[in-house]
């Protein structure tokens, strides 16, 4: 907390139940906060207490004995209590000199009252003063986290913030953006400033290999508490919000620190979304290039500038992101609309590929982005890479109830050619709903890469028909499901336990399966050729039956 919503032991002595009270020992330990008050009677009870309350008693658990004073004292210390106030009285007349040495040795205050108070009146004025304290607490953050917002729809708006945030806990603000010059308020000599950043690199590179680039890192350097606080969003870290204090932070300063990174992000957010848009507008050309109205190089040289020899040299993929909402409803009629939903979604898809290496283009058509996204990093497999940001496209977009599919047309390169590894990712992201799968990569299609290029369906119909008929009719006729039966038994290589296993039927079931196949497809169904055509036409049935169940 800020200082003036602190409560301290001394200035707890000076409200009027404490006018007659004095202090025996502990006054180094006056400044001690505290945030609640405690009758205690008993002679075990430390798991009762948290840290930091005021404990009052009248000795009745220890009396004259020191050594039941001494484990009672002892609890109160490792709990890190605030203060002890005995009331003279009943149990006590007066306190040993060994207890007053012994408080005096903790540090901890040790309050006599040399008569009799009335602790329930104690406990109602701290609590309710403390009670006040806090809902003073909440106001104030509420009234400067509608300053920072206010601030944000400025020009100026980060820089506002950062002195809000200055004023509001009496720090030294340091605010380091990923790209751009620090910011230090109040201004600090060029020394100092590279003192601050040299610090906060090292500690900031140790949380990144550690993982934790995303969470708040607490430091203590030359008797101040350093707080680092990540401003971002979309699983990506924008610039880091620092505050350094002399004295040990409170919640206060946490929950500010929050609400201002929290406001810049925003604000980053807001731009980079201008950005976004205006991107978007620069990139329309890549739909004519990937259908084919641009066939000049030289026109890309024009469009992509002195980026051209460098992204024409680099191998690329051509992904497609089809989004929808759970309910499968595509967004158009909400406000913004598609096109709306499209550029808030590829602010994600830019930040993620990029934080795997890869450079991308990126257009949207109705409910679909498409990215060419170009490999930055050939040593590293981009297989693996791109598989990494597609998890993480899933992952962050179902808490947002947003269902991405995706498929990704294979390695090419030379821009011109992106043609290519579109109609790829076309066929690819086709078949999302007959191979049940939310992300495909076209090298993983086996023969239906075959199969696409057969123009003629009717002739796929036909060699379905010819190869898988008699199955087909059987479970048309008897509800069976001896096709599916068939695909499981030839995708596991003719494996009775793991076929058996994945038809969630007993080994005796499907050797009953297996003898009907055999029946109606005669016996040399297994024979090299037979499989190889039996295994084609399967794919083929469910490339034109993308509802079956397989």
Known sequence: MNQDYQLTVKEVLERPHFQHAYIAAGKQGLQRLVRWVHIIEVIQFEQLLQGGEMILTTGAAFKSDTDLFTIYLEQLVRRKVSCLCIEMGHYLSSVPEDWIDLAEAHQLPLIIFPRAVRFIDITQDIHAHIVNQHHQVLQDLEKISREFHR???????????????????????????????????????????????????????????????????????????????????????????????????????????????????????????????????????????LHQRIRDEEQIKVLLGTDFRRLNALNYYVCLIDFEDEQGVKNTDEEGGVESLGIHLSLTVRSVFEQHAFHPLITLQNNRLIVIAFDQSPKKPAKSRLQHVFQSLQQMKADEAIRLSIGAGGVNRSILNAYVSYQEAIQTISLAATLRGNVQFYEELGVFQLLFHIADKQLLQTFVTTNLGPLLNHDRSKGSELVRTLKVYLDNDGSKQVAAQQLFIVRQSLYYRLEKIEELLGQDFMSPERRLALQVALRAYQMLNPEAKM
């Open 151 to 289: 601030m944000t729809l400025t020009s100026q708006g980060v820089m506002q913030v950062l002195q809000l945030l200055q004023t509001s806990t009496k720090a030294q603000v340091i605010y380091v953006p990923e790209d751009g010059q620090a910011k230090f308020i109040p201004p600090a000599s060029a020394q100092e400033a590279k003192r601050w950043l040299d610090l906060l690199h090292v500690h900031l590179q140790a949380g990144a290999e550690q993982g934790h680039a995303a969470s708040p890192i607490r430091l203590e350097d030359e008797g101040q508490t350093i707080i680092v606080q990540p401003v971002g969003a979309m699983g990506k870290t924008w610039a880091h919000l620092v505050i350094a204090l002399n004295r040990k932070p409170q919640e206060y300063e946490y929950l500010i620190l929050d609400s201002a990174s929290l406001s810049i992000a925003q604000d980053l957010l807001r731009k980079r979304y201008m950005e976004e848009r205006k991107l978007y507008s620069q990139t329309l050309w890549v739909d004519d290039l």
